[in-house]
């Protein structure tokens, strides 16, 4: 019975509210105040907006580049490369970099005698410089350089670490 009395209700009150006249607006601006907000809007999508797209774009596809620089990965230029390369190839090429950027090379080790980047030892070098590091890290890191130095010829940047470490050990005193 209630249900009978309020069928017509709801479409009579939508009809009326249709019928009566109001003024619609879709903006609170009006006039050339939405003229000019239309220009200013159209500038920004076509000048910042591609600019903002292709920063973010070649931000996301360094990445992988970082992570390497980060985890002293012995092969960090050729990510760094294969990085580039994966902008050229609209990122194709971006998820092996991420791969290669996470893992460490099976068989560098053994045949470099390190699975670090020559950087970690300049780094290392320049922290044994400041005395921010042990003396047994420092002797942890040499061991590793004459190591790598019976495995193969030492470059001349790490030869020289080598020898710079070993007058720092001589100076430093004994734990």
Known sequence: MLMRKH?????????????????ASASFLSGDMLDTAADWLA?????VVPIAAV??????????????ENRYH????????????????????WPIAWLWAYSRPVGYRMAYGT??????YREKLHAARAGKISRAEMVAIK??????????????DLKLVL?????????APPA
């Open 7 to 23: 069928f017509f209700a709801v479409p009579l009150f939508l009809l009326t509210a249709c019928l009566l006249p109001g003024r």
């Open 43 to 47: 500038l920004f999508i076509l000048i």
């Open 55 to 68: 920063v973010v774009f070649w931000l996301v596809h360094i990445l992988p580049e970082k992570v390497a």
């Open 74 to 93: 012995p092969q960090k230029t050729a990510i760094n490369t294969l990085c580039l390369l994966s902008l050229v190839f609209g990122g194709l090429l």
């Open 115 to 120: 699975d670090r980047h020559e950087d970690f």
């Open 143 to 156: 061991s590793e350089l004459d190591d790598i130095e019976h495995r193969r010829i030492l470059s001349p």
């Open 163 to 171: 020898d710079e470490l070993a007058v720092l050990l001589a100076a």
